[in-house]
């Protein structure tokens, strides 16, 4: 990232650079405010949160919350913590994010290099697809499932993050293959090379930074979907999401605010670790192509 | 050697869910999360395990249950029910409608559940004479819950009257407390104005208006003067109330910032789970004007149709350990609630508990038991939501009591 | 960009044609799951909201009664008013807050990759997690007007949650800052992305800071613009975790938006009837607004 601005061309003087990092820093604040919030509280005990000291930092300070967060608080009958949930949003998450990738790889390869009548229609048909309230897919989505024989299980939940993540894969991989010279494809068809090969050889090898946007989009919007995976998981293979809302949201009960909050931070976890490392990836992805159209 | 663990701990969960094919098993769909209640739940599963039956574990909360009901419909539709499901008065009705419910006669006559189940409960768990659930528990929401020492401090007995119970209140705000913890979310503020319905027209009026929806008694003098009292207590409560959460509500209570709380017995966990006990640190007693009568909502498993003869003999045998009274002790002492069967010994339930009982039983006898407007126990979905939009409407100031009575009858009757 | 040039194509023998073929072939699926999964549904979804659909889909018609049913509720007023307040709200802030926050950072900032990833990180988290911190800090008893007061700014004023009125406002300022950093990233690689040759040139022809901007940068930008405008609509649109986390819908119903209030009928109040008129209502709005958008930049491109 250094590299490309280090060029750039627009200068400014002391007193506007302050102001620059002053602003920059401002908001730095707004933006960790919310994630300071939970962290403080999740590491209070409880009566100094329902004495009413909630912004202030702890007078106790305690882990004890993550430990029952993970381990020991009752999600279900069983008090399991949120930890065998992880793996079942892993279980599911991995492969729904890989294949909607690869599907998208393959149809933005098509709409840009295979150029066929018909080809911005299609496009334009997939693109809308992203703006289904996913409240109205529900009830036929689990007559399909129950019909396919896969409700309830993380194969279906699987099936149903493809499906409506093809829409914004496809349109990262097409604005990103859009510009990808079409010259490199005309000299390897003329060389002889298939459809295929020159998928495989030629685009997905200098696919790199879209594939990290397009997984980075893709597992953030699988990893928190609550909706799908509690309709069509829950129990045994329910996931994370679900979990953490047993955990957080129950209506008669006593809410041990702390523990909530420790939950809620493991839930974001792979998500957080996922911006942080691979966060750099990501700008120099979108930088690459998916905003030039 | 962590990893491994994870690992283990993830397959028993995945075991608990595909181990259905080889031997009896219930999959109970369920919002009880918290964990007291969780706990609570768990004598139900060890039970069933006890006679060699297994239990996967459904839980989805949110919403009041709104979420698990739509969970359902999406198992329902997938021709895949659970086994039994948690659930709350008219739901019972409308899925033994669809014909979706296992018929428990036969288990019912077998333990003699009519004799012991109040009528009005019965009223929800059968389904044109025949049984379709089984009854967990019966909260009541007609209880104030107040703070003994602040009581004591302004000088105040417990409330007989509105009359008293606005005093008292004016009493508290004198003195710089906040009079009544309120939550304002639209199904709190519905809890309040059930007892202010019963308060101001007494169990004919809250018949009238909730149960048979005539719009005379939605739309006249009495509802006016219900919803007059609720802008009276609208008076009493602080600025930050609104989007409060019911517990932070009690959470004021017990920690002496406010004198009363409106709310169902559920409310006790907490001031229990604070250290405190009935009686003695937090009182409750009956919304005054509501003496005599209880609110109810009652949590039942409803029982799904399932072909398998294996599966409806867990089923039965589920059905059996609910009702038993070691389930029904067990899980009301930890709930706040009073158990379904009016025959239970009360010697292990708190001050509150055992008022709760020997009143749900009187007013089971004289006919002052009925189902909650505000926790869908009166009339179906539809119009329970539709007169939340009035009440919560009305309680901040959309309009004032002669327009929502209005609006009552308009809204009640665009819903049914 | 017809790749499939005949020219290329030689003789017509069984490997060329299916070469020919393949890619119709490889899109096929997509486009199959696209037609049931989304667009059947949204037939299914049209089909219900002309009849008496309750708890369970049901199939006896009652014309448009659902639609005039839904036109008489007050909620779905506030909901339609609420989402247009909202969504030009969201909108708008989240891309100047995001565009100027790219540009600040694009000007050498020592630090960009401590702060680029603060500013990112809402986006990786959902409203069940980040709801309750929120909910708390705006509400004044126990958030930013009580901390305020207790650093001795007693006339400090911040309750718009607890107001009707000012309610939704809190919803756009929780769903900026959850979007804003996304988009300052797709604009920080916007800005990446231009050519430092022309900006050079432009400055020995003294263009200030402000008219390079203005003349060269931001038009280059386009885009960005574009995708930003997307993406924002599609959260905009689908808030719905959202509200249900910092204010339930209330206080009242103030804040409905039509995701919750079309859950609500579909859903809790079983009246699905009502819910599927109210979301083909939704759709149409948004046919509405991106179906031109999209013609006009898709068929530029040609």
């Known amino acids: 990232m250094a590299m490309a601005s280090s060029d750039n061309a627009v200068r400014s003087s002391n007193f506007t650079r302050a102001l620059i990092y002053l602003v920059l820093i401002l908001f730095a604040l707004f933006y960790l405010l919310p994630f300071g919030i939970m962290l403080v509280n999740s590491l209070k005990p409880l009566e100094e949160i329902t004495g009413g000291n909630m912004i202030a930092l702890p007078q106790n300070w305690t882990i004890a919350p993550w430990l029952s967060a993970w381990s020991t608080a009752q999600i279900g009958v069983q008090p399991t913590g949120l930890r065998p949930y992880f793996i079942n949003s892993i279980v599911m998450a991995v492969p729904a994010v890989a294949i909607s990738t690869f599907v998208g790889a393959l149809n933005g390869y098509v709409l840009t290099k295979w150029h066929f009548r018909g080809a911005t229609w299609i496009f334009g048909l997939l693109l809308f697809s992203c703006f289904i309230p996913f409240q109205i897919v529900l009830i036929p989505m689990a007559r399909i499932l129950g019909i396919l024989n896969i409700s309830g299980t993380a194969y279906g939940l699987i099936l149903v993050h493809v499906v409506y993540?093809?829409?914004?894969?496809?349109?990262?991989?097409?604005?990103?293959?859009?510009?990808?010279?079409?010259?490199?494809?005309?000299?390897?068809?003329?060389?002889g090379a298939g459809f295929f090969q020159i998928f495989w050889r030629i685009m997905l090898p200098s696919s790199g930074p879209i594939i990290a946007v397009c997984c980075i989009w893709q597992f953030t919007n699988i990893w928190n979907d609550?909706?799908?995976?509690?309709?069509?998981?829950?129990?045994?293979?329910?996931?994370?999401?679900?979990?953490?809302?047993?955990l957080v949201n129950s209506s008669t009960g006593v809410r041990e605010y702390n523990v909530h909050f420790a939950g809620a931070i493991m839930a974001a976890g792979p998500t957080l670790l996922v911006y942080i490392v691979a966060g750099r990836y990501f700008v120099r992805g979108l930088m690459a192509g998916s905003v030039k159209g | 050697m962590t990893m491994l663990k994870k690992l283990y701990t993830g397959a028993a969960v995945l075991a608990l869910s595909t181990s259905a094919a080889v031997a009896q098993e219930v999959e109970v769909l369920h919002w009880w999360t918290s964990g007291g209640e969780a706990a609570a739940l768990n004598v139900l599963r060890e039970d069933l395990a006890g006679s060699g039956i297994g239990w996967s574990d459904m839980p989805v909360a949110g919403g009041g249950g709104s979420d698990a009901m739509t969970v359902l419909r999406a198992r329902v539709t997938a021709g895949d029910p659970p086994t039994a499901v948690q659930m709350l008065g008219f739901a019972i009705q409308d899925w033994a409608a669809e014909g979706a419910l296992a018929n428990l006669d036969a288990l019912a006559a077998e333990q003699g559940w009519n004799d012991v189940v109040p009528a009005a409960l019965q009223a929800f768990s059968t389904y044109e004479g025949s049984w379709v659930a089984a009854p967990v528990n019966v909260h009541s929401t007609n209880w104030v819950w107040a703070n003994t020492a602040l009581m004591e401090e302004l000088g105040i007995e417990q409330p007989g009257t509105w009359e008293e119970f606005v005093a008292a209140m004016q009493a508290a705000q004198d003195a710089g407390y906040t009079a009544l913890a309120h939550g304002g979310q639209a199904w709190q503020e519905a809890t309040v104005f059930d007892s202010m319905v019963m308060g101001v027209g007494g169990p004919e009026f809250y018949q009238a208006a909730f149960i048979d929806l005539d719009p005379e008694a939605l739309g006249g003098a009495q509802m006016v003067e219900a919803f007059d009292r609720m802008t009276t207590l609208r008076g009493f409560v602080d600025d930050n109330f609104s989007g409060r959460d019911w517990n932070l509500a009690s959470a004021m209570v017990f920690n002496g910032e406010a004198l009363f709380q409106i709310m169902g017995d559920w409310a006790k966990g907490e001031f229990v789970n604070a250290g405190q006990t009935?009686?003695?640190?937090?009182?409750?007693?009956?919304?005054?004007?509501?003496?005599?009568?209880?609110?109810?909502?009652?949590?039942?498993?409803?029982?799904?149709?399932?072909d398998d003869e294996a599966e409806q003999a867990s089923q039965l045998a589920m059905a059996t350990a609910v009702l038993s009274p070691e389930f029904?002790?067990?899980f009301n002492v930890v709930k706040g609630s009073v158990p379904a069967r009016t025959d239970i010994d009360p010697a292990s339930f708190d001050a509150c508990g055992q008022l709760g009982m020997a009143q749900l039983a009187e007013a089971g006898e004289s006919g002052g038991l009925f189902g909650s407007m505000a926790h869908g126990h009166a009339n179906p979905p539809s119009v329970q939501n539709a007169m939340y939009d009035v009440i919560t409407a009305h309680f901040n100031g959309e309009y004032d009591s002669a327009v929502a009575a209005e609006e009552m009858v308009a809204a009640v009757e665009l819903a049914q | 960009m017809a790749a499939t040039d005949p020219m290329l194509s030689g003789g017509a023998d069984f490997r060329t044609r299916l070469q020919n073929w393949l890619?119709?072939?490889?899109?096929?699926?997509?486009?199959?799951?696209?037609?049931?999964f989304v667009y059947g549904f949204i037939a299914f979804t049209v089909y219900?909201?002309?009849?008496?659909?309750?708890?369970?889909?049901?199939?006896?018609?009652?014309g448009f009664e659902?639609?005039?049913?839904?036109?008489q509720i007050r909620t779905w007023d506030t909901a339609v008013t609420n989402l247009a307040i909202f969504a030009s709200l969201y909108i708008v802030i989240c891309t100047i807050i995001g565009l100027m926050l790219a540009i600040l950072l694009?000007?050498?900032?020592?630090?960009?990759?401590?702060?680029?990833?603060?500013?990112?990180?809402?986006?990786?988290?959902?409203?069940?997690?980040?709801?309750?911190?929120?909910?708390?800090?705006?509400?004044?008893?126990?958030?930013?007007?009580?901390t305020m007061h207790l650093w001795g700014w007693e006339s400090f004023e911040f309750n718009w949650i607890k107001d009707g009125d000012m309610a939704i406002y809190t919803i756009v300022i929780a769903a900026v800052w959850q979007s804003s950093g996304f988009v300052m990233a797709m604009f920080l690689a916007g800005l990446r992305g231009i050519d430092n040759e022309i900006l050079k040139a432009a400055q020995m022809d003294g263009a200030s800071n402000f008219q390079l901007y203005r003349r060269i940068i931001l038009p280059q930008l386009r885009p960005a613009f574009l995708s930003a405008f997307v993406i924002l609509s599609h959260l905009a649109i689908k808030s719905y975790d959202l509200v249900i986390a910092l204010t339930g819908g209330g206080p009242g119903n103030a804040t409905a938006l039509p995701a919750t209030f079309m859950y609500s009928y579909t859903f809790t109040r079983n009246q699905m009837g009502i819910g599927a008129s109210s979301a083909v209502i939704m759709l149409m709005t948004i046919a509405a607004i991106m179906v031109p958008y999209l013609y006009a930049e898709l068929r530029e491109k040609k």
């Open chain 1, 165 to 191: 993540g093809i829409g914004f894969s496809t349109l990262y991989f097409r604005n990103y293959y859009a510009v990808f010279p079409t010259e490199l494809v005309r000299a390897a068809q003329i060389d």
């Open chain 1, 226 to 246: 609550f909706l799908f995976g509690a309709s069509f998981a829950s129990g045994g293979s329910a996931p994370m999401t679900v979990a953490l809302n047993n």
């Open chain 2, 278 to 306: 009935a009686g003695e640190e937090f009182q409750c007693f009956r919304v005054p004007g509501t003496e005599g009568t209880v609110t109810f909502n009652s949590d039942q498993f409803a029982m799904f149709n399932v």
């Open chain 2, 328 to 330: 029904q002790i067990a």
């Open chain 3, 23 to 36: 890619p119709k072939i490889v899109l096929a699926p997509s486009l199959a799951v696209m037609v049931i």
């Open chain 3, 48 to 62: 219900l909201s002309f009849t008496d659909s309750r708890m369970l889909p049901s199939y006896g018609f009652v």
């Open chain 3, 66 to 71: 659902n639609y005039s049913d839904l036109f």
């Open chain 3, 106 to 146: 694009d000007q050498k900032i020592r630090g960009e990759g401590f702060l680029r990833p603060i500013f990112l990180y809402p986006m990786a988290l959902s409203f069940i997690v980040t709801g309750t911190a929120w909910k708390w800090m705006l509400d004044p008893a126990i958030g930013l007007e009580n």
